[in-house]
């Protein structure tokens, strides 16, 4: 599976932006698929992801009510839309897909990674 995410850019706070993952292979319609970023001198950390039947989703706990997952296994893409954002969300954007069809927290159960979209929040 190749992963190219895009739709980054520079907003405003309280803006809203939606960042797309458009997956090649026939395996993303089976694969969990996970968004995580890293803020300039952090770690990589997760931010959402959803069960390869669309039926579940996970977020962490800052971007819970404010972003929201979603899939669409015709179009093989995954999408993280992104409301009231905050400079705090400022980061780069990853997407990435688990095999196994989890929607899992974890990032080494990943097993292939996009290039990342840049988000920059000004306040």
């Known amino acids: 599976v190749q992963l190219q995410a895009s739709g980054g850019g520079l907003v405003q706070a309280g803006g809203s932006l939606r960042l797309s993952c458009a997956a090649s292979?026939?395996?993303?319609?089976?694969?969990?698929m996970g968004w995580f970023r890293q803020a300039p001198g952090k770690e990589r950390e997760f931010v959402a992801a959803?069960?390869?039947?669309?039926?579940?989703?996970v977020y962490t706990e800052s971007v819970k009510g404010r972003f929201s997952i979603s899939r669409d296994n015709a179009e093989n893409t995954v999408y993280l839309q992104m409301n009231l954002l905050k400079p705090e969300d400022t980061a780069v954007y990853y997407c990435?897909?688990?095999?196994?069809?989890?929607?899992?927290?974890?990032?080494?159960?990943?097993?292939?990674w996009g290039q990342g979209t840049l988000v920059t929040v000004s306040s």
């Open positions: 990435a897909a688990d095999r196994a069809g989890r929607a899992s927290q974890l990032s080494n159960e990943y097993d292939y």
């Open positions: 292979g026939r395996t993303f319609r089976t694969s969990g």
């Open positions: 959803i069960h390869w039947s669309g039926g579940s989703a």
